[in-house]
């Protein structure tokens, strides 16, 4: 998937900082010369991926992507960052940086969930379980929690965050950026969770005006942008309603997407994965959120995940995690906590 990525220019920076050659390294992935002082760069999202890994490496640098956050300019994201300083509350601003979040990053799903006493926030990039990887995951969230610190003029925490990456040796950094040490990892996407007291607090910037007017070009742009087949979110998206019917089959789904089994399949390979690496995917992370956020008994998790006996789900989730679900349960963050 061709994505454009306004997190490219300052990854570069930071490797010409570090003394290295920040052309010759944008040359290794195909990137062009001017790429370190671009806005946003077009590349592939699985060359993203890869650019957090090897600049983290060339900086030596354990919290690469907390620090690239920490030191984003401001503006980086244009219409839609500037338009949440003009927004009534924190939670509108939220709600609009979901909205127009194809703007920032054309390659990420967000989903938003509205609770009684707080919302969660969560991030994913599809076909990728552990999203963009460790650095490129702790980058996204420190980068929203700090446009959400420059909107309230103030330094607030996250009731608690997770990432979809395994967990890092240290996470001293990150609970120190973040302000909490209620973090999850190897979880089912990228995100935080904030309490309704502080979404309801007021934007001291607000202006209703300049909203109406930055929401009119951000739909413009959010209109102009290229519609893709996204096949992968597609797929994963047929596959989550079907994996309680059982073991899922490409005819199904196909037939679910208005498609032959082929046609699925071509697409699929076209976008870089295959229909059993997808289902792969969506079974981890449907197995991750059970595991880690329910007290649902295994045996039912792995009938939800469509697996015809126990022994099979236990295999698969060792393979996904090195653990069994009990060892991971027993060790994980309780959404609750």
Not at 72 to 77: A, D, E, K, S, V
Not at 231 to 257: F, K, N, Q
Request: hydrophobic share 45%.
């Amino acid at each position: 998937m061709t994505i454009r990525s306004q997190a490219v220019g300052p990854l570069l920076q930071a490797v010409k900082a570090s003394g290295a050659d920040e052309v010759a390294f944008a040359r290794r992935f195909g990137l062009p010369a001017s790429a370190a002082t671009a806005v946003q760069v077009e590349l592939e999202l699985a060359t993203l991926r890869t650019l957090f890994v090897e600049a983290a490496a060339v900086c030596r640098a354990e919290d690469f992507g907390v620090q690239l956050a920490l030191n984003l300019p401001r503006g980086r994201y244009g219409l839609v960052e500037y338009g949440t300083f003009s927004a009534p509350t924190l939670g509108a601003a939220v709600k609009r940086l979901v909205r127009l979040s194809a703007l920032v990053n054309p390659g990420a799903r967000y989903e938003l969930d509205e609770l009684r006493a707080s919302w969660r926030l969560t991030q994913r990039f599809p076909p990728w379980r552990d999203g963009l990887g460790r650095h490129g995951n702790e980058f996204n969230v420190v980068a929203i929690v700090q446009m959400g610190r420059a909107v309230l003029r103030e330094r607030w925490a996250p009731s608690r965050a997770w990432f979809s990456n395994a967990k890092p040796a240290d996470t001293s950094a990150l609970e120190r950026v973040l302000g909490t040490s209620q973090l999850r990892f190897d979880a089912d996407g990228n995100g935080i969770e904030l309490p309704a007291s502080l979404l309801a607090r007021e934007v001291p910037t607000a202006d209703a005006a300049l909203l109406a007017l930055m929401d009119k070009y951000a739909e413009q742009e959010l209109a102009a942008l290229p519609r893709g087949d996204d096949i992968v979110s597609r797929t994963a998206h047929a596959l989550r309603d079907e994996l309680h019917a059982g073991a899922p089959r490409i005819s199904t789904t196909a037939s679910r997407l208005k498609l032959s089994s082929r046609t699925l399949q071509r697409r699929l390979g076209q976008a870089g994965t295959s229909f059993a690496e997808v289902l792969e995917s969506v079974r981890h992370q449907v197995a991750l959120h059970y595991v880690n956020e329910t007290n649902a008994p295994l045996a039912e998790v792995a009938f939800t995940l469509g697996y015809a006996d126990m022994p099979s789900f236990l295999r698969a989730f060792k393979r996904w995690t090195g653990k069994r679900p009990s060892e991971l349960r027993g060790s994980s963050l309780s959404p609750r906590a």
